[in-house]
């Protein structure tokens, strides 16, 4: 779902389900398709999921303000592939971040 509160100032918490037993990736990127952070890369069971993110990027230091986007992928494990790759759903939105 969309991430919560959108516009945010200071931190904002991104929500998820997850269908079925996944290995999920949650990725912040900045306007230019740069990553700025990973905030999830993990196998996870299914059911609901959320995390925090304070506006800082891999490094610890605070970005500016903008539009960022982040992908939510879940990859099942022993699944049918497609082109190399395991099963599984990828999803990308979009945040602003006011200063």
């Not at 990127?29 to 506006?55: P, T």
């Given at each position: 779902?969309?991430?919560?509160?959108?516009?945010?100032?200071?931190?904002?918490t991104?929500?998820?389900?997850?269908?079925?037993?996944?290995?999920?990736?949650?990725?912040?990127?900045?306007?230019?398709?740069?990553?700025?952070?990973?905030?999830?890369?993990?196998?996870?069971?299914?059911?609901?999921?959320?995390?925090?993110?304070?506006?800082?990027?891999?490094?610890?230091?605070?970005?500016?303000?903008g539009?960022?986007?982040?992908?939510?992928?879940?990859?099942?494990?022993?699944?049918?592939?497609?082109?190399?790759?395991?099963?599984?759903?990828?999803?990308?939105?979009?945040?602003?971040?006011?200063?």
């Amino acid at each position: 779902s969309q991430n919560q509160p959108n516009p945010f100032f200071h931190t904002t918490t991104l929500r998820y389900e997850v269908s079925e037993a996944a290995h999920v990736t949650l990725i912040l990127y900045d306007i230019c398709g740069r990553a700025v952070k990973v905030l999830v890369d993990d196998n996870q069971r299914a059911g609901e999921h959320s995390v925090e993110w304070n506006r800082r990027n891999a490094s610890g230091n605070e970005v500016p303000a903008g539009t960022y986007f982040y992908r939510l992928s879940a990859r099942k494990h022993g699944g049918p592939t497609c082109g190399g790759e395991e099963a599984g759903l990828t999803e990308t939105k979009s945040m602003t971040l006011l200063r």
